[in-house]
């Protein structure tokens, strides 16, 4: 009889095509109420003799059963993820589909290798708001109420916050980041050794001008900062930006409100037929504006200028981006035109470089 039903087990739990048909069939040998369960409840009636016989039996059934019973459920999990594998196959031979690449684009390109240059020499950086008002954007950087240089700004005004009174209230979009020097002083106890970068805002539109456009500003000031730490500073600045150990620079007096004295740094070039080539030349190229910050500026900023001073620098990011990476027309930066990006647009890979080519 047991061999009869060691049978009808085996039979079941070998044609069990899926696990509930597997489990249907678990329940009925040994469930509970399953049939190996129900003839050990038995045992009791029979002789002391037979119950030993039977006992014995009915336990190696009972694990012969649970052996099959383990095998089949290895086999059918194996087989249904067989069956998955064999569905969801991919094909790896596939070719990559030749769809739009991102690219870095050249300002955030050349923001992260300014920041890469300045880190290294110990600057940290600061930013600001773009809706300025006109005590930041001029007053507090010493241009006089109804100086010219306040005009050449083309500054877009919006209309006056109400709860604010003078120079406070006139609201507009900084026209420079050397808002951040007030700010920042403001904000902060001396010595400063800052770059901020940032979007700045003038009513200007051609091949060299945008309405919005970067820039990146410097402050260091300390207690012995003189002319020559603001040479040396932006001598080193040009020269691993664009990667020219031998980079010519020279300064030129100009004139900001903000400093005092104030200079324009030149890089060495050279133009040849139409073309511009950054390095030794017989010309000179204008990169950015600089200074020793005027004490007026760091008294409006609660900085005693007869224990701090130091200088000061501002420049335009997409003009230095021009410049090293041969763009010749800004207002394509700002057009969004995949060919363009794609072509001037750097590997989301790549580290920014300090400077690309020697060093
Ligand atoms: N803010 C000036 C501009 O937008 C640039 C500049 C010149 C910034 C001289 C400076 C500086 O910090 O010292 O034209």
Known sequence: MIAQLKAQLTDMVGSA???????????????KKGRITDLMKTLGTLSPEERKTTGAELNTLKDEISALIEKQEQ??????????????????????????????????QTMDELVSIFGAMGFSVAEGPDIEDDWHNFTALN???????????????????PKQT?????????????????????????PYKIIVMGRTYRSDYDMTHTPMFHQIEGLVIDKDIHMGHLKGCLMDFARAYFGMDQLPVRFRPSFFPFTEPSAEMDIGCSRKDGGLKIGAGDDWLEILGCGMVHPNVLKN??????????????????????????????????????????HYG?????????????K
């Open 166 to 190: 003078g120079d406070a209230a006139k609201k507009l979009l900084r026209t420079h980041t050397s808002t951040m020097q007030v700010r920042h002083m403001m904000a902060n106890k001396p």
């Open 75 to 108: 086999a059918l999990k194996k087989q249904a993820l067989d069956a998955r594998l064999a569905h969801e196959k991919m094909d790896v031979t596939l070719s990559v589909r030749p769809q739009a690449k991102g690219t870095i684009h050249p300002i955030s």
């Open 17 to 31: 095509k899926d696990l509930n048909a597997l489990e249907e069939a678990r329940v009925t040998a040994l469930g």
């Open 346 to 358: 750097f590997d989301p890979l790549d580290r920014p470089n300090r400077a690309t080519g020697s």
């Open 301 to 342: 900023c609660g900085v005693d200028p007869d224990e701090y001073q130091g200088f000061a620098f501002g420049m335009g990011v997409e003009r230095i981006a021009m410049l090293k990476y041969g763009i010749p027309d800004l207002r394509t930066f700002f057009d969004s035109d995949v060919r363009w990006l794609s």
């Open 143 to 161: 241009f006089p109420p109804g100086h010219p240089a306040r005009e050449m700004h083309d500054t877009f005004y919006l209309p006056d916050d």
